[in-house]
C-alpha cells in the first residue's frame, strides 16, 4: 500500500482501524477481545492526534493482542490486522 498523501494516509489507518474493530466486536466478549478494542480506540485517537508515541504503542498492543489470540478468532481478523499494519507502515508509523 503506498500512499503519498498524509491525509489519505491517516484516513486509511482508520478505515483498518474501524474494519478490524468491527471484526474483534464481533467475536464473543472475553478479556482479549475488550483488550483489543479498547486498545483500537486508543489507537484511532492517537493517529487523529497525530501522536506518534501513543499511536506506535496501541499498534504493537493491538498487534501482540490479535497474534496472540490468532488461533482462535480466524483468518479474517489476521488479515484485518495485516492491513492494518500495511496502513501504519504506509502512513510512517513504525512499531
Known amino acids: 500500500m503506498d500512499v503519498t498523501n498524509p491525509a489519505d494516509a491517516k484516513t486509511q489507518v482508520l478505515n483498518a482501524t474501524a474494519h478490524l474493530e468491527g471484526l474483534v ?6 478479556p482479549r477481545t475488550e483488550k483489543a478494542l479498547y ?4 489507537l484511532r485517537r ?3 492526534a497525530s501522536h506518534q508515541e ?7 498492543t493491538v498487534n501482540k493482542t490479535i497474534r496472540d489470540a490468532a488461533a482462535d478468532w480466524g483468518s479474517p481478523v489476521v488479515e484485518a490486522m495485516d492491513r492494518l499494519r ?3 507502515e504506509a502512513a510512517g508509523h513504525r512499531f
Open 25 to 30: 466486536g464481533q467475536l464473543p466478549q472475553d
Open 39 to 42: 486498545h483500537l480506540d486508543r
Open 86 to 88: 500495511d496502513a501504519l
Open 46 to 48: 492517537a493517529v487523529n
Open 54 to 60: 501513543a499511536v506506535r504503542f496501541a499498534a504493537f
